[in-house]
C-alpha cells in the first residue's frame, strides 16, 4: 500500500470510528448493582440533623383503621434516633430511642423505659425501624442485577439484594425497582424462605437543601406499605421535614419525659 | 340340650382345647382394662376442660372461619368474628333449659419484657429521681446511691476479668472504660449532684454488657372474672384476691407465677426438692447437680439485687444458719453447696430464715404488669395483678390450665389491638384532622409507577411542645363497656342433668328463629389437642383391641382346627349313629361358644378384680401433664359393668368366629372316611 492510500485508508477508519465514540463519551457505562445501593444511599442522606412529622394510616384486612402520627428526630453522625408519637391520645408520649446500640421503648402511662431487640413492628403497626433511619442500603446488602422491567415504555432497573452477614435487617432479602435516575419505586421484603413480607411502593419524594453539605438531598414524601401475610396496608406520609442542629441533650430518656406532662 | 352337654364333655375331656378358654380370658382381662382406663381418661380430661373454662358448650359466631380454642398451639389462637350484638346472644342462651350460666371468654397470649437485674436497679433508681424533692427521698437516693456503687463494682470486676479471658472488641473496652470513669472516686457525691446523666450514661453503655434481660411468655384467658369463679368453682385464689367487679386486672396462673416470676434460686431449689421426692438423688442425678451448680454461680447478681438493708439481715441471718461470721457472697455459696445429706435441712432452713430477706417474687400482688400482646404488635398495657390462683384439684400447678392466667376482656381487648369505640371515633377524627383521608391504601402489589418528585416546602422552625402524656386504659370499666365491645365466644355452662346435645340443637333453634348468627361446640372440640387425647386414646384402644382380637382368632383357629382333625374318628362315629351333618356342626360351634364365654367372663372377673383391688383407691399420679388428662392427681379406673359385658360379649363373638372353620370343616368328614381314619 502506498504512503498516500495508507493515509486514505487511516482518514476513513477515524471518520468511521467517530459516531461510535462521540455516542460512549455521551453515555456513561450503567453503575454496577452495589454501587446503585451507595448512589441510593448517598441522595437520601443528610449530613445535617433531622426533625420531621410521620403520620401513618393503617388499615388491618379485618378493617379496623389506625391513625398516628410521630415526631422523628434522627443524628445520622451518631446513630442517634428518636421516635415519639403524638396522636393519638392513647399513645401519645410514648416512643423509642435509639443511643448507639440501644433501642429503649417508652411506655408513658407508667413512665417505664424497656431495653428492646424489636426491630420490626414499630408502634404496632407494620412500619420498621429501618422506614424512619438513614438509607444504609450498601452497609448491610450485597447486590446483584436482575432483569429489567419495562412498564409502559418505562425501563425499571431490578435489584436482588442479600444480607450481608452480620447485618441487622427487617429483610434479609429484598428486590428493588429503580428508575433511570436511581429512585427505588418499588421494594419488597423477602424472607430467607424467599416469601414475600412486605411490598412497598414509594409514591413520591421531596428534595431538601442540606444546610451543612450544601447538597439537596432527597427524602420519601409518600410510601404505601403492603404486609403479605394478614393482608395489612400503611400510608406513611413525610412531612415538615426540618434539617437543621438539634439540641445537644435532645437523645436522652430524660429529654423524651420531659416532652410530656 | 344332649349336644350341648356332648360339648361341655368334649371340652372336659380335651384339657388341650381349655387353650382357646385362656386365651378368651386373657383377653378379656386385657380389654376391661383397658376400657376401664380410656373410660377415665375420657372422664378426667373432660372434668378438666369442662370445669376449667370450655364449659360443655362453647357459643360463637357462625360467620367466625375457625371454632373457639381454649388451648392453642404455637400458631395461636384461632380467627373468630366478634359477635353482633352480645347481649342479645346472652340472653338467647340463657333462656334455654339446662343452662345455668354463660362467661364470655377470649384466648390470647401475651409477653412481659424484663431487663437484666441493672437495668431494674437502675429503671429504681430512674423512679426515685423523678420524686418530688424531700429529705425522705434524698436519704432514699442516697441508699441506693450505695447500692449501685457496691453492685458497679462488681460489674467492673467482672468485666475486667472477662477482658483478662478474652479478646473484646474495641466497643466493649469502650464500655469497660466509661464503667471505669463513673467508678472514679467521688461517685456517690458526682451521682446525688447529677443523678441523670450518670444514669443514661450507666443504662446506654454498661447496663448492656450485662445482656438483653429476658421475656415471659404468658398464656392469658379474657373473662368477667367475678362471674368466671363464680360458674368454675374450682378457682380456687392463693394469694391476693379476685378484682372487684369492673376493675382491670390480672390474676396469674398460680404456676405461671412460681415458674416465671419467683427468684431464680428458690424455684431451682423448689425444683430439686420435687426431684428427691420423685426418688431421685443428687448423687445419681446430674440434672438437679446442675441445678445446685446454677444457683452458685448465681450469687454474685442476686448479692446485687439486694438493697443494703436486705443484704445486712440476709447476712445474719445465714450466719446464724451457718454457725460462723464470714462475708456474704461467700456464706451465701457455701448454704448452697448442696449435696443429698444436707439438702432437706438447707432447704427448710432457706424459706424459714433466708426467704424473708430476699425479694422472693418479683411480681407480687397489688403490682403493675406491662403485657405486651404477642400474636399483634401492640404497646404494652399495664395491668394491675390482683393475685394468684389454681384450678381446685385439676392437675398440679404446672398443668397447662394452671399456667394459664385469667384477664378482664377489656385488657385483653387492647392487647390485640381491637380498638374501643372512643378509640375508633378518634381514629376517624384523626384521619381527617391529619390530612390522611386521601391517603389510599388501594394499589396493587404487582404495579410500578413513577413516584412524583417536589421540592420540600421551606418549614418554619417550629418549637417542639409539650404533650399531653396518655393515660391508659382506665383502672375501671362499665358491664355496657364490656358488652357492647367485641366478644369473641362465651362458655355455657349447664346443669348437671342437662344433655348437652339436646340443648346446642335448642340454641341453634332459637337463633335461626331469631336471626341470630350462631354457632356451638362441645368441649372435646374446644379442647384443643387436649379433648384430641381422648380420641386418640379411644383410638389407640381400638388398636389395640383389633390386634389382640386378630391374634385369638388365629391362635384359637389354629388350635381348634387340630383338635378337630384328632377327633374325625369320634365325629365319623358320631355319624354313623345317625347325627346329622348339621348337629356335628353345632356340637364343635358350641365347644367354641363355651370356651369364649367361660373365658371372657373370668377374664372381663379378673380385670375387674384387678381395677377394684390393685387400683381401687387410684393411683396417684406426679406427672403434671398427666395429671390434666386424668382430671386430677389420681388416677381412678371407672369399670362400668355395661363394658365388662360389652367385653364379653365381643371376646365370645371373636372366639366363636374361630370356631367356624374348624366347626365347618369337621362336620364335612364322610363317616365312611372318618371311621377309616380312626382304624388306622
Redesign the interface.
Known sequence: MSPKSMLSACLAALLLSLPASAAETQKAPDPGAQEVLRLIDKRLSFASDY?GVV???E?RKDG????I?L?VYRRDSHQDLIF?I?????????GFLR????L??Y????????????R??I???IACEADFDRSRLAEDYDATDEAP?T?NG?V?RKLLLKAKPGSEVAFPVMRL?V?ADH?I??R?GHAPSGK?LR?D????????KDPVSGNLV??Y??V?E?E?EEGT???V?YE???L?PLSANIF???WI?G??? | MTLGLLALQSIRSRPRSWIVGLLAAGAAAVLTVGVALVASIHDGTRRTLIESGAGHLQVYDARSPESPLLVFGPNGPPTLEPFADYPAVEALVRGVEGVREVVPLEVNRATVFRGNYLDEMLAALRAVVREPPSPERDARLARRAEDLEATLRRVAREAARHADAFTVGAEHEEDRRALESVLAPGFQQRFLAEPLPTLELLENRVARQLGEGEAVELDLMGTELPRFARAFPRVEVVTGQLPPEGSRGLMLGHGAWEQNFKLPIAWRLDEVSRGLARGATLAGDEGLRTLVERNREDVPELVSRLEQEQATALRAALERVQGHPGALEALLEDFLTLDDATFAPRYAAFYQELAPHLPLYRVKPGDTLVLKGSVEPSPGVPVRVWGTYRFKGLGGDFSRVNITSLVDLVTLRHLTGRPTRAEREETRRLVASLGLAGASVDASPESLVLPTIEDAPAAPARQDTALTRAEGPPPTFTDEEVRSGSILHAAVVLAPDAPADAVAARIQELATAKGLSLKTVGWEEAGGFVGGVVGMAQVLLLAIAALISFFVLLVATGTLLLLARERVAEVGTLRAVGMHRREVFVVLLAEGLVLGFVGGAVGAGLGAALILGGAGGGIPVEDAALQLFLGGPVLVPRLEWAHAVAVVVGVVGVVAGAALLPAWRGSRVAPLVAMRQGGE
Open positions: 426533625k403520620r401513618m394510616r388499615i379496623v383503621e389506625m391513625a402520627e415526631q415519639l403524638t396522636q393519638p391520645k392513647h399513645m401519645a408520649g410514648g443511643i448507639g446500640k440501644n429503649w421503648e411506655n408513658p402511662v407508667i413512665g417505664q423505659w424497656e431495653r428492646t431487640t424489636r420490626g413492628n408502634v404496632g403497626t422491567e412498564v418505562t425499571f425497582w428508575d429512585n419505586v418499588k419488597v414475600v411490598t411502593l414509594i409514591r413520591g419524594y421531596q428534595r431538601v432527597y427524602h414524601k409518600e404505601l403492603m403479605s396496608r400503611l400510608v406520609r415538615d421535614v426540618e437543621a436522652t430518656k430524660a419525659e416532652r410530656t406532662r
